[in-house]
Structures are given as C-alpha cells and as structure tokens.
Nanobody, 133 residues
Framework: VQLQASGGGLVQPGGSLRLSCSASGFTLDGYDIGWFRQAPGKEREGISCISRTEGSTYYVESVKGRFTISRGNAKTTAYLQMNNLKPEDTALYYC????????????????WGSGWDHEYDYWGQGTLVTVSS
C-alpha cells in the first residue's frame, strides 16, 4: 500500500508538466488529496488540495491560475497539471492523501514547525521538477 508521485522532469520556463499521484493497494475515493513541494534550501510548502466530498479545490497564490489539481477517472490517480512554469517552481513535488479530515486549505498551508505535524495517511515519494532554460 503506497502513494507515488511521478511525471517530473526538466522543462523550459513557460512550459507545462502533468504530475501524477498514483495509489497502489487502495483507491483515492474518500481521501482528501494534496500536493506539497520543497525547493532547494527552502522549507516544504503545501500548494494545492482537493476535497474528498464536494471536490472543492484550493491553491496557494503563487500557483493559482497556473496549476490545476484533479482526480482521475480510475480512482487510483490524481493529477497536478502545471502550466506556465517558472524557475521558482523548481522543487521536489510530493502528493499526500488523507481520509481523517486532517487535510484542508488551513492545514495544508501550516508552516513546518508551527505545531501542525502534517501527519497524513499517506505521503508519496517525491518527483523532481526542474524549470530551466
């Protein structure tokens, strides 16, 4: 039972990538899903999430209008479509899944060290996105 992020790579500024978050051994039905990223030398940050109930989505300001989070029809995959990529988007990207109600726009954006432990049901291994010309 695991979660795996994939789809990263090297892309030029202005380019696009679609990251996948794949569940094995379970389905993503009933799970809130989130994406985090960690840039070199920086703290990990939550950037987007989608709720397990009504499918509402949330984005931090730095990616709003450029990134789109979605669920796949297969129910074992979620996606993060990233358009108009910028060098500052370079980071290791992680997906998470949680069904205990611990993942929402407020908890997603809690800084590490703030007292919120970011303990979710599943953390996927990261996939590296490099935006460079």
């Amino acid at each position: 039972v695991q979660l795996q992020a994939s789809g990263g790579g090297l892309v030029q500024p202005g380019g696009s990538l679609r990251l996948s978050c794949s569940a094995s051994g379970f389905t993503l039905d009933g799970y809130d899903i989130g994406w985090f990223r960690q840039a070199p030398g920086k703290e990990r940050e939550g950037i987007s999430c989608i709720s397990r109930t009504e499918g509402s989505t949330y984005y931090v300001e730095s990616v709003k209008g450029r990134f789109t989070i979605s669920r796949g029809n297969a129910k074992t995959t979620a996606y993060l479509q990233m358009n108009n990529l910028k060098p500052e988007d370079t980071a290791l990207y992680y997906c998470v899944a949680d069904r205990r109600g611990r993942l929402n726009p407020v908890t997603l954006t809690q800084p590490w060290g703030s007292g919120w432990d970011h303990e979710y049901d599943y953390w996927g291994q990261g996939t590296l996105v490099t935006v460079s010309s």
